[in-house]
């Protein structure tokens, strides 16, 4: 197991178009959590999972994003519509369980021109 | 609301001199503090938690509830600590609330 992996590690897109980033925690980590880091600053908390229930978004998450983690393993974010203020780091980590250390992926950039 | 405060964006160190990266926080709750390092082309990785008491690769940090304050220090900074550092907050949801960074670069 290496860890949490991310993919694509980079993504450009037109405004307007649809991304689709996929994340696969480490084996048995029961939580998932997807952050977003935008330039100068710390990641900020978007969504996590707890197997496959979705327990929390934050309202960052507008309509137009939407989280999957269908068989609790492997997690899919998409973004929809896309906009220039979508362009960011989007991270992923994964833990065991509740207040365990989250493991983080290397990210997947996205930008919007 | 929680709230994690790093003063300093960039902080310079010369080797073998002493280091501190603030962090205070504002949280309502029982507040779990960490602090995550991110390496020259690495991922953020954790590097120390409040609750475990460790000093991990030198570095130390306590959390002081009535400064709401969890400083990072080092006695004598390395070159290969040079790296981005967070302070973080976990929420009642287990969710990680960071701040926004320091940088520190060791000069050799």
């Known amino acids: 197991d290496t860890g949490v992996s991310q993919d694509p590690r980079h993504k450009i897109t037109k405004r307007g178009q649809n991304v689709t980033f996929r994340c696969d925690p480490i084996s048995e980590h029961n939580r998932l959590y997807w952050y977003r880091q935008t330039l100068g600053q710390g990641p900020e908390f978007l969504t996590y999972?707890?197997?496959?229930?979705?327990?929390?978004k934050s309202r960052l998450l507008s309509d137009r994003f939407s989280a999957e983690r269908p068989k609790g393993s492997f997690s899919t974010l998409e973004i929809q519509r896309t906009e220039q203020g979508d362009s960011a780091m989007y991270l992923c980590?994964?833990?065991?369980?509740?207040?365990?250390?989250?493991?983080f992926g290397p990210g997947t950039r996205l930008t919007v021109t | 609301a929680q709230r994690v405060t790093q003063p300093e964006k960039l902080l310079s160190v010369f080797k073998g001199a002493p280091v501190e990266l603030k962090c205070n926080y504002s949280?309502?709750?029982?507040?779990?503090l960490f602090w995550y390092v991110q390496y020259s082309r690495q991922r953020l990785q954790l590097l120390l938690r409040?609750?475990s008491r460790e000093s991990i690769k030198g570095f130390t940090a306590d959390l002081n509830k009535g400064e709401t304050s969890f400083h990072l220090k080092k006695p004598f900074a390395q070159e290969e600590d040079s790296a981005m550092y967070y302070c973080a907050l976990i929420t009642g949801a287990n969710n990680l609330f960071f701040g926004t960074g320091t940088r520190l670069t060791v000069i050799p």
């Open positions: 999972f707890q197997n496959e229930a979705q327990l929390e």
């Open positions: 949280y309502s709750g029982s507040p779990e």
């Open positions: 980590a994964s833990s065991l369980g509740v207040r365990d250390e989250q493991y």
């Open positions: 409040h609750i």
